[in-house]
């Protein structure tokens, strides 16, 4: 329903705050991390070799948008008015973008 995305981003927010934390929940997002990396480098491995690109750097693009959800995450709840609506997506798309584009041809 409405707000529920939002409320979902808080939460997560703040999970991610408690593994700075706690051991046991650093365990549980790290492993949530983890997954969410390896099916990102997994995607992007494919694009880089539908593209003839050379597929070594997918684990660091990965990394890097992980990092980048992560970021947009934080920043919006706790400084709102600096990610302006839809903005998060584009930034991200823009980002990854440039990284498979500096991939070299395999």
């Not at 707000?3 to 650093?26: I, N």
């Not at 491995?45 to 693009?61: D, F, Q």
Request: proline letters at 3%.
């Amino acid at each position: 329903g409405e707000g529920s995305a939002e409320t979902a981003v808080t939460a997560w927010v703040a999970l991610s705050a408690e593994a700075t934390f706690k051991p046991e929940v650093r365990k549980l997002f790290e492993r949530l991390l983890q997954e969410r990396h390896q099916l990102l480098r997994q995607l992007i491995g494919e694009s880089l070799r539908a593209e003839g690109r050379a597929r070594r750097g997918s684990s660091t693009i990965a990394a890097a948008m992980v990092a980048s959800i992560e970021g947009f995450f934080l920043v919006a709840c706790a400084a709102t008015s600096l990610v302006p609506q839809g903005s998060a997506a584009r930034a991200a798309r823009a980002r990854v973008d440039r990284l498979l584009d500096a991939q070299s041809p395999s």
